[in-house]
């Protein structure tokens, strides 16, 4: 082989000696030059006529070159630590360029549930307005998005199974640089709302939550482990591997089960857990990691949030009598932009509790609408209303776009059609 690659090379040489072709080369350059003078305009315009802002991601190119992938002893799963991540996901990225762009903070969201049919056929229909919830704000912002729905790790059952899947998805997706995690009882209620990943710079782990209960008052409850955000790196993997340590699939459970019940005087859970975590970063770490947000509703606890919905739609339409371009009707695929508008007037709207702003993350912990194990502070009837006025709130956002509107936030079947520059 090494040969014939030889003798081809020498035919070319010899070839190139010729005169005749010398000649051609000239010839040939100077076509060259016009064309990158004159053609290129041309090029330039044909590759922006999709008008995006970022290049298109090439799906179809993976260049065959050893990666990470390749070798043996790589693995998905969490037994199976990976070294020096950064710099193979950036070797990654590099062989992929049209993903190395924006990667900064490119997003890939990741949820699921579990693999057998719900307790009744309602779990599942909510199960499945929750999921279309995801993929609308997909939809909207770009994001691509992951539903699992099997177990990864058996050992790992219930609320641990995201340690491994989150995992998984770390290293089938090297282009991002962020993980959101969202369980499949929460949904987003604001859908214009973009996470700002520029205030996170610094950090790789972000849940919501305060951190004085977290760090002084060591309350467990001070978080929710039921949405965050984890960057793709290699601290994120060992964090993950600490996580997974302290749950029952490890042979360090009960040791670390006492541990959490000293600290935390509660039995060991995912979120107790992850709450030790945050307590030695914030102890031990010089360099903290973990950004404990209260900025806006990462995650909110559906109890706080759901009465205030009707006042905050009246606010929201408030704001857009009054401002003609928020009430433009536009093509879904910009809504954006109508995001970035409406931001400049909300300045005032405050955050969290008293905020006539909408929450990001409605979460309806303790409901349970899947397995039936509601929390006995709750009924079925509170909890379903509570929903359904949450989801068509949320819906509300997304069907406008395509002409119509749920006037009774508590009546998913019926809409109208929204008239034209409503609400002027
Ligand atoms: C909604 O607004 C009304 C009128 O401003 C106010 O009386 C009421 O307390 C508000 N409801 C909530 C849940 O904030
Ligand atoms: C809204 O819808 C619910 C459920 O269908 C219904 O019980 C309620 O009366 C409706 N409210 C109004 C104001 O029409």
Same mark, same amino acid.
């Given at each position: ?24 080369? #000239? ?11 004159? @053609? ?34 790589? %693995? ?16 990654? $990225? ?17 949820? %699921? ?6 307790? %009744? ?6 199960? $499945? ?12 912002? #770009? !994001?691509?998005?992951? !539903? ?11 609320? &641990? ?19 959101? &995690? ?64 302290? @749950?029952?699939?490890?042979?360090? !459970? ?5 541990? $959490? ?24 770490? $010089? ?7 209260? @900025?806006?509703?990462? *995650? ?10 009707? /006042?905050?739609? *009246?606010?929201?339409?408030?704001? *857009? ?32 509790? @008293? ?16 397995? #039936?194990?509601? /929390? ?19 819906? /509300? ?28």
């Amino acid at each position: 082989m090494a040969e014939f690659v030889h003798a081809k090379w020498r035919k070319l040489t010899n070839f190139m000696l010729n005169l005749p072709f010398i000649f051609l080369a #000239g010839v040939l350059t100077v076509l060259l030059l016009f064309w990158a003078f004159f @053609g290129s305009t041309h090029i330039f315009l044909d590759s922006c006529k999709c008008y995006q802002s970022k290049p298109a991601f090439n799906l179809q190119f993976d260049p065959p070159v050893t990666t990470f992938y390749n070798y043996p002893s790589f %693995g998905y799963t969490i037994d199976k630590p990976i070294k020096n991540w950064d710099q193979k996901r950036k070797t990654w $990225l590099s062989l992929h360029p049209s993903f190395e762009q924006n990667s900064h903070d490119r997003v890939f969201i990741v949820t %699921g549930s579990r693999s057998t049919p719900c307790k %009744g056929p309602t779990g599942d229909h909510y199960l $499945l307005r929750f999921y279309r919830n995801k993929v609308d704000y997909c939809r909207i912002h #770009g !994001y691509d998005i992951f !539903y699992n729905n099997v177990l990864l790790d058996p050992s790992m059952p219930a609320c &641990w199974a995201k340690i491994a899947t989150v995992r998984a998805a770390m290293v089938a997706h090297p282009e991002a640089e962020w993980i959101w &995690w969202i369980d499949e009882d929460a949904i987003i209620t604001d859908m214009e709302y973009k996470i700002p990943f520029h205030k996170y710079k610094d950090y790789n782990f972000v849940v919501h939550g305060w951190s004085k209960l977290v760090y002084e008052k060591k309350r467990w409850l001070g978080l929710n482990a039921g949405s965050f955000l984890i960057r793709n790196c290699e601290w994120s993997l060992d964090f993950l591997e600490s996580w997974a340590d302290m @749950g029952p699939g490890s042979q360090n !459970y009960e040791k670390w089960a006492q541990v $959490l019940m000293d600290v935390f005087k509660y039995e060991s859970n995912d979120q107790v857990a992850l709450a030790y975590l945050l307590l030695k970063d914030h102890e031990e770490s $010089l360099e903290k990691n973990i950004f404990i947000e209260k @900025g806006y509703y990462l *995650e909110g606890y559906w109890v706080t949030i759901v009465d205030t919905l009707k /006042n905050v739609s *009246e606010k929201y339409l408030e704001i *857009e009598t009054t401002d003609r371009l928020l009430r433009r009707r536009h093509a879904e695929i910009v809504s954006e932009s109508y995001g970035m508008l409406r931001e400049a007037l909300l300045k005032d709207a405050g955050n969290e509790v @008293g905020t006539w702003r909408r929450p990001f993350v409605t979460h309806f912990a303790g409901c349970q609408p899947c397995n #039936g194990k509601r /929390n006995p502070l709750f009924t079925g009837k509170g909890c379903m209303d509570a929903m359904n006025k949450a989801l068509n709130f949320a819906d /509300n956002q997304v069907l406008r776009n395509y002409g119509f509107v749920h006037r009774n936030l508590s009546d998913s079947s019926v809409v109208s059609p929204l008239p034209f520059d409503c609400p002027a």
